[in-house]
Structure formats: structure tokens, C-alpha cells
């Protein structure tokens, strides 16, 4: 069974990778993005709970984060395995994520930290033509992204989970990558 957490700065191509894996692996893609847009949009408890923080232009606490994503990963479909995508964004994240799999009986997880240098990000994502990606605005996310994920990335480390795949080349190169992590 494939489980796999996806990292990587803004721009590293996680998403494009994750939806093309999962649908090449037969397997759900989970991006806590889009569970928060659909339970938002479904109007769920934890939809509504999360809107409220948003509408005041708080960031989602981490208990409704978590709690979205405990419950997606019991869904049937994600018992066959699962990328994950947006989640963890910090160690204790990950220390949940750690108890919840096993819980769940879904250990056996390796972490792809989709690695790009910063001044292809920066290109990738002024290229995506969206009107708050400036550079200012993007360097602050990645700086952010820095801040958050570098500790995330020792603990897997430190846990021998981590696969590093170099996100600097073309998406086809990069799928290729991730597919010889699968079979090894």
C-alpha cells in the first residue's frame, strides 16, 4: 500500500504531482485545500466551524485542520493508501498524523520533500499569472514555508521516512523520480 506525505515550498509542483501519482496509483489525493473548500461548501460542522474563522480572517486552528483530516483518512477509499498534501505543516501536526495512522492501522508512510531552489518557485509562480502572487508576496511565503517545514523535515529525517526529489526539473522527470520511490 502507498502512503505518501508530500512537502515542498510553494511552486514545487506537490499538487500536480500528487493528483498525477494518485491517478496513475489508483489512490485518493488528500489536499487539506480542497477538504476545507468541500466542507465549506458542503456547509459540514467542520465547514462551518472553519468559515468562521476565515470570514474573520483567522487562520483554521489546528484541532478543525486535524480533525478534517482524521476524518478523510477513515473514509473507505483510503484504506488501499492515500498522498497527502497540505498536511502536516508542522511537527506537532506530524506527531498527530503519527498517532492517528497508527490508530488507524495505516502506518508504514514515507515523506517526499519535493526540493526547488527559490528562484524557480518564484518563476513558477509569477507564471501562473494570479494577481497576489508578486514576488514580495511569494518570498514571504516561502520564507514562512521556511520558518514552519524546516523542523518538519528534520523529524522525518531523524525518522528515516524522509525521500528527497529534486522538483528543478521538468514534471515528467519528477514523476519519473517518484514512481522508482514507489517500487523501492
Not at 494570479?130 to 523529524?155: C, F, G, Q
Amino acid at each position: 500500500m502507498t502512503r505518501l506525505i508530500f512537502l515542498g515550498p510553494p511552486g514545487a509542483g506537490k499538487g500536480t504531482q500528487a493528483q498525477t501519482l494518485a491517478a496513475f496509483l489508483q489512490i485518493p489525493h488528500i489536499s487539506t485545500g480542497d477538504i476545507l473548500r468541500q466542507a465549506i461548501q458542503d456547509k459540514t460542522n467542520l465547514g462551518i466551524q472553519a468559515q468562521s474563522f476565515m470570514d474573520k480572517g483567522e487562520l483554521v486552528p489546528d484541532k478543525l485542520v486535524e480533525d478534517m483530516v482524521e476524518e478523510r483518512l477513515k473514509q473507505p477509499d483510503a484504506k488501499t493508501g492515500w498522498i497527502l498534501d497540505g498536511f502536516p505543516r508542522k511537527v506537532t501536526q506530524a506527531e498527530f498524523l503519527v498517532a492517528l495512522l497508527t490508530s488507524l492501522g495505516q502506518g508504514g508512510e514515507k515523506v517526499v520533500n519535493l526540493d526547488a531552489p527559490d528562484e524557480t518557485v518564484i518563476t513558477r509562480l509569477l507564471g501562473r499569472g494570479r494577481k497576489d502572487d508578486t514576488e514580495e508576496v511569494i518570498r514571504r511565503r516561502l520564507e514562512v514555508y521556511r520558518d514552519d517545514t524546516a523542523p518538519l523535515i528534520n523529524y522525518y529525517s531523524d525518522r528515516q521516512k524522509l525521500l528527497t526529489v529534486n522538483g528543478n526539473q521538468s514534471q515528467e522527470e519528477v514523476f519519473t523520480d517518484l514512481k522508482n520511490i514507489i517500487a523501492a
